[in-house]
């Protein structure tokens, strides 16, 4: 922890022939501490190189010095050992600083406490400190940055007595005259080789994507190729971490979308000729059960889909790459150690809440699917999303055996001295509940009261092994298990390297012992039946969290997931078009979302606004206005589409008047990047001018394309009367001819009778 104390303002007037006086001292007593003390100055001007120098990114004068500690070695100290000390000076005053001195003091006892050790460290209260050391140190002008190495010889350390072993506080201080300027506090463990009964320690670490990279992830092949590549290390680095004593609970679909090839063929065969690829096994893709309807009634009746495959790799998802994370699979799997979390994290607090059992089941149904093709990792426990409550439970499901609390669940109902072993029994499940102040240090944490601090690296390490250290001094004759559990969204947001550095000092203490969930499990069984398990309160019934999903979300999912199921209807590969998006019921529900429930509900848009780009490229392309003049006709529509993919939709007129019916909808199938014309039939029963509204749909009535518009003049009166006048004509036509047919008949027979007499 870095602390700052302003430098007075004023100093006091020195002489010149004092000035004089002291420096000349000043550099007197410079040599001698060069020569005589286990010091190494290294921006002191005792060598070419000593002087301090202005840093790169040095801070602006604001009137403070800083002291950071930034090594210990080593940070686990032996009796006989000596103890070095690094760090870093800053000057952020207008003035240098010229006669100050470097002190390193050590608490004079051990620590005995989580929270006295945790207050020291944040600064919050004073303890007994023994001086060290002490050293000047040289000048160091205004906005430089300068560092510094002390050694401390074993001598100079208070530890006393080998039952004094534990964490013991470290104080570096820059002062002037007596006067602190800037200190700065961490932690070193004194060992004193002391046996003990080794605290069994299990940590879980979530493996699990971050509110950013799930929607980094939903947006398939237009997600940036080195964001993925960035999300994918971090997933491989997490997996490296599997080892004895660590847990890693796995969020399927987050591997899925990663790409998680099991088997890569070999480049060549035998013979050396390039080797025929053999797929590799897939999750398989059936259908979880669907879902029961939401506590808030769905606008539409349908259940949201389940999609095939659920989850596209992300961009990038090599052979090479899929390989290398499933390797990395593999081997966290080896460890026994791999917990495979329901489809997409689900958040199965808030569904037991939401009387969603169904949902629940085909997550975990989902996940189950998942460990057959990876063939690794058990979903037989369960990672809380929320406080645990009585209905959680009841709506795992019963393979699931082990469940995985929050810190501060089921506390204990009992006075005790000691810190109790995590584990329990509820309901005939093993019950882990991790220690809250060593799971947030191992997130780099340090929380006091309300406030939380972010711990740079040496201090958090140093919080950790002091930690334990002082439980496993509670009962130092009787090892008990103690968990250790990462909250998502820091494990999200830790770096791997970082992180495991934390566990090894976590689990590389000769006062910790690594436990495997298996026989942590055992453990608790075995406490079980003898009776041995401290009490603890009952679960409560039901506790609701402002941050978790809603009947209103859930809802939103669902109108969210049939509509674009009803637009995938329409196209030859909707997959290719739409997921993940119409995994959207999956993806809102999972647990990430808690920390960010505005993300939530923008997640859920944008999986909708998926489908838009399909509506946006089907479009109807009318003619200008059409004349309509006869009482049926067939009516040439254009209808173009600028999707990759063929898509067969149901053309729909809707006419502004009844002057114009339509007898039905005419379905057409339109090319990729083509168009088509389509004739549908139309009855004129009246003339005048008539709007055709033209849509397209799925065949539920969805509708997939953008509507458009047309104008059509009805004159059907004109067929009639044109009949008439032709049929007119024609009777006129065929009477006349008649007529003088006739004439022409009686003209002859009386020529003929006139020729007879």
């Not at 190495?149 to 039952?163: D, E, H, R, Y």
């Not at 189950?368 to 645990?388: H, Q, Y």
């Not at 820091?490 to 791997?496: K, L, N, Q, R």
């Amino acid at each position: 922890m870095r602390n700052e104390v302003l430098i007075p303002a004023l100093r006091r007037h020195r002489s010149a022939v004092r000035a004089r006086a002291l420096s000349g001292i000043a550099a007197i007593i410079g040599c001698l501490v060069l020569v005589l003390a286990p010091v190494a100055l290294l921006p002191a001007p005792l060598g070419p190189t000593a002087a301090a120098l202005p840093a790169a990114d040095a801070p602006p004068a604001d009137g403070r010095v800083s002291v950071s500690v930034d090594s210990l070695a080593p940070e686990v100290l032996a009796s006989d050992q000596d103890l070095q000390v690094s760090g870093t000076i800053v000057n952020g005053t207008d003035e240098p600083l010229e006669s100050a001195d470097l002190v390193v003091q050590v608490q004079r006892s051990t620590e005995i406490t989580l929270n006295g050790l945790e207050s020291w460290l944040a600064d919050e209260r004073d303890a007994q400190l023994s001086t060290a050391i002490t050293t000047g140190l040289s000048a160091i002008e205004p906005g430089a940055t300068a560092t510094f190495a002390v050694t401390v010889p074993a001598k100079n350390l208070p530890l006393g007595g080998s039952a004094e072993w534990g964490p013991r506080g470290v104080q570096v201080s820059v002062t002037e005259n007596g006067q602190s300027l800037a200190r700065d506090r961490t932690i070193v463990v004194w060992d004193a080789g002391v046996a003990v009964d080794p605290t069994r320690v299990t940590v879980v670490v979530p493996v699990v994507a971050s509110p950013t990279e799930m929607n980094l992830l939903a947006q398939g092949d237009e997600a940036d190729p080195t964001a993925v590549e960035a999300l994918r290390a971090r997933v491989e680095g997490l997996l490296s971490l599997a080892r004895p004593g660590v847990v890693l609970a796995v969020d399927p679909a987050l591997m899925t979308a990663l790409g998680t090839e099991q088997d890569r063929p070999s480049p060549k065969d035998a013979n050396g000729a390039e080797a025929t690829p053999t797929p590799a096994p897939a999750p398989t893709t059936e259908p979880a059960p669907a879902p029961t309807p939401p506590t808030e009634p769905a606008p539409t009746t349908e259940p949201a889909p389940t999609p095939t495959p659920t989850t596209a790799p992300a961009p990038g998802s090599s052979p090479d790459t899929a390989h290398t994370l499933a390797e990395a699979l593999k081997g966290a799997g080896r460890t026994g150690n791999l917990v495979v979390l329901p489809w997409a994290d689900a958040d199965v607090s808030a569904l037991a809440h939401l009387g969603e059992g169904d949902l629940t089941a085909g997550a975990f149904t989902r996940a189950d699917e998942t460990v057959a093709a990876w063939k690794t990792g058990s979903t037989a426990t369960a990672l809380t999303s929320g406080p645990l409550d009585a209905e959680t439970l009841a709506l795992l499901p019963q393979t699931v055996s082990t469940v995985i609390a929050r810190p501060g669940d089921l506390p204990v109902a009992e006075d005790l001295t000691y810190a109790p072993a995590g584990i329990t029994t509820v309901d005939d499940r093993v019950v882990l509940v991790p220690e809250a102040s060593v799971s947030e240090a191992a997130a780099g944490i340090l929380s006091t009261g309300s406030d939380s601090t972010a711990l740079c690296a040496l201090d958090a390490r140093g919080l950790l092994r002091g930690q334990l250290a002082i439980l496993t001094r509670q009962t130092p004759y009787r090892g008990r298990d103690i968990v250790v559990a990462l909250d998502r969204a820091d494990a999200a947001a830790a770096d791997p390297a970082e992180l495991g550095a934390r566990l090894e000092a976590i689990l590389a203490s000769s006062w910790t012992q690594g436990r495997d969930l298996g026989a942590v499990v055992a453990d608790a069984r075995e406490q079980q039946s003898a009776g041995e398990q401290v009490q603890r309160d009952e679960l409560p019934e039901q506790v609701l969290d402002d941050a978790e999903p809603s009947g209103a979300d859930l809802n939103a999912a669902f109108q969210a997931a049939n509509h674009l199921k009803s637009i995938g209807s329409v196209l030859a590969d909707p997959q290719a078009l739409l997921s993940p998006a119409t995994d959207v019921v999956a993806t809102s529900l999972s647990t990430l979302w808690r920390t960010d429930p505005r993300g939530r509900t923008a997640h859920i848009a944008r999986a909708r606004a998926a489908g838009d780009v399909v509506v946006q490229s089907l479009t109807a392309a009318p003619s200008s206005t059409i004349n309509v003049i006869s009482a049926t006709a067939d009516l040439p529509l254009r209808i173009v589409s600028g999707l990759d993919q063929a898509a067969t939709v149901r053309v729909h007129l809707v006419p502004s008047s009844t002057r114009l019916q339509i007898d039905h909808d005419v379905t057409v199938t339109v090319p990729a990047q083509g168009q088509t014309t389509v004739l549908v039939p139309i009855k004129a029963v009246g003339s005048g001018d008539v709007d055709l509204s033209i849509e397209l749909l799925a065949a539920d009535g969805t509708a997939v394309g953008t509507p458009m518009t047309m104008r059509t003049r009805v004159r059907a009166s004109w067929e009639t009367v044109g009949t008439r006048v032709a049929a007119g004509l024609l009777v006129a036509l065929l009477a006349g001819g008649i007529t003088r047919t006739v004439r022409r008949g009686r003209r002859q027979d009386k020529q003929d009778r006139r020729a007879a007499a």
